[in-house]
């Protein structure tokens, strides 16, 4: 599993609160990835990092700021959850070439 | 925009038979096309992968066939099994070293025993 940890695994939370998820990784990887999956559209690309403070924008990155204080971690926050953002949200690492994915944030907005 | 179409979107093979899904992909730019299995409750994982110099990879029971002036690949999962039973994404990426990945919408595959 490329000792990548996403927390926490489940959150059902109200619409106009903020949430954030976290991804933990072990191995000191330079990129992070925070990808979305919903039926039919694959997985998207919302926001990676390269390094400690240096983050960029995915495809569907509205709505969805991050944060990367530490080669470690790599926080999603949803700043006023809206029920479009309801999803199960997959946290990445790549290591040489291959993405390593996490177990996934099943996150529902209600 | 789906830069990368994926299809079908779900499929039925009897135990043993041949399984193959496409993909077809637009910016001539991706030089990387891996393909991942999700099994439900769990995160994709790399299962193989082509660059565009060669025209077919073959890993066990799969094998990736890429068409360059098509702008087309496949996976082919040979004698499928019911453990085979799973979504599948294809999956492109570019020259830009970011490794962000633009996914196909996936295919359901459901083998019976």
């Known amino acids: 599993d490329a000792g990548i940890t996403q927390s926490p695994r489940h959150k059902v939370t109200e619409t106009g609160t903020p949430v954030t998820l976290r991804c933990h990784q072990t191995?000191?990887?330079?990129?992070m990835y925070w990808y979305r999956q919903d039926p039919g559209h694959g997985l998207r690309l919302i926001h990676y990092s390269y390094g400690v403070k240096d983050t960029d924008k995915g495809e569907v990155s509205d709505g969805y700021s991050v944060s990367r204080s530490k080669t470690e971690d790599f926080l999603l926050t949803l700043e006023s959850a809206t029920s479009s953002q309801t999803s199960v949200y997959f946290c990445?690492?790549?290591?040489?070439?291959?993405?390593?994915f996490g177990q996934g944030t099943r996150l529902t907005v209600v | 925009q789906q830069q990368v179409k994926q299809s079908p979107q779900s499929l039925i093979v009897q135990k043993g038979g041949i399984s193959i899904i496409n993909c077809a992909y637009e910016?001539?730019?991706?030089?990387?096309f891996p393909w991942y299995q999700q099994f439900p409750g769990k995160g994709p994982a790399l299962l193989i992968a082509i660059r565009p110099d060669v025209s077919e990879k073959k890993e066990g029971r799969f094998t990736i066939s890429f068409n360059k002036s098509a702008k087309q690949f496949s996976l082919h999962i040979m004698d499928s099994q019911p453990g085979d039973s799973a979504t599948y994404f294809c999956a492109a990426s570019g020259t830009s070293n970011t490794g962000k990945l633009i996914f196909g919408q996936g295919t359901t595959l459901q083998v019976k025993p």
């Open positions: 990445a690492i790549r290591k040489n070439t291959e993405a390593f």
């Open positions: 910016n001539t730019a991706f030089d990387y």
């Open positions: 191995e000191n990887h330079r990129y």
